[in-house]
């Protein structure tokens, strides 16, 4: 079993890095100039409420590998669902799935979203590699223009589809640093850009837990119709404090979540 999740995860990573140069870079300057173990604290799914390929159908893979359920967040404003799920083995990344509430939404974007989940097979989704296999469509560049109008999650999930839209750096595994704005400063310093939407530090003490991230890569990618740059995953940074039973905190916040989604935003 563990060896069936390191092998998910390590795919994963693979095909994450392949359009987020920024965090290999970043995971060299703090695993390699820094001598920190980089261990992962949760990575993030996008998807649709759809049947085909809704929450449950991705969270089933996890649960398969002996994953709970954790935590459910709401977020009005962006129209999103989500919930986190958890393993009883602490070194186990924890996992956040999102899915937009596509019904909320535009005729127009309702029916350009079916008609990508229309083209999904459905045996598809229960494959092994389903996690990290991209898009089962092709948009042409104004669709996705005209989602990005409207909802940036579902724009970046017409052009991405299914991977890890994220992967976040445990901060109370890294060695040298005791703080995320001493992370931050580190980063800032070698000239990435942070998101500062809601502050560059999500969340508080007080919270139990702190986030920060990058903004997404720019990454080249094939439309149907022409080729364009546009964000595609970015790196997070999550230092967690103890409940008053003296275990991390292990959920997540919700207004922090719905800042660190603006990660991925094309006009920040």
Not at 31 to 55: M, P
Not at 86 to 104: G, M, N, R
Request: charged share 25%.
């Amino acid at each position: 079993m563990h060896s069936d999740r390191d092998t998910l995860f390590e795919n994963l990573w693979n095909n994450y890095r392949e359009v987020t140069p920024k965090a290999e870079e970043i995971h060299r300057i703090l695993g390699g100039t820094q001598g920190s173990e980089i261990v992962n604290d949760h990575i993030a799914l996008r998807t649709f409420n759809l049947d085909r390929v809704n929450l449950d159908k991705l969270a089933a893979h996890f649960l398969a590998l002996g994953y709970k359920e954790g935590g459910e967040y709401h977020f009005e404003a962006k129209k999103l669902y989500a919930r986190h799920f958890e393993h009883e083995d602490p070194t186990a990344p924890k996992v956040f799935i999102s899915e937009l509430l596509v019904e909320k939404f535009s005729p127009g974007l309702q029916k350009a979203v079916h008609e990508m989940v229309e083209q999904v097979d459905e045996n598809a989704v229960s494959g092994d590699d389903f996690l990290y296999s991209g898009t089962h469509w092709q948009v042409d560049y104004a669709t996705y223009k005209q989602l990005l109008d409207e909802s940036e999650y579902a724009a970046w999930m017409s052009a991405w589809g299914y991977r890890a839209n994220h992967f976040t750096v445990s901060v109370n595994q890294l060695k040298q640093f005791r703080t995320l704005e001493e992370v931050n400063q580190l980063l800032k310093d070698e000239g990435y850009t942070l998101n500062s939407s809601g502050g560059e530090i999500k969340g508080s003490p007080e919270e139990l837990l702190e986030q920060s991230s990058t903004m997404a890569d720019r990454v080249e990618v094939s439309f149907r119709d022409q080729k364009a740059t546009i964000p595609s995953c970015f790196y997070e940074f999550a230092l967690r404090y103890p409940k008053p039973d003296g275990q991390l905190y292990s959920g997540f916040v919700a207004a922090s979540a719905d800042k660190i989604f603006e990660s991925t935003d094309a006009g920040m």
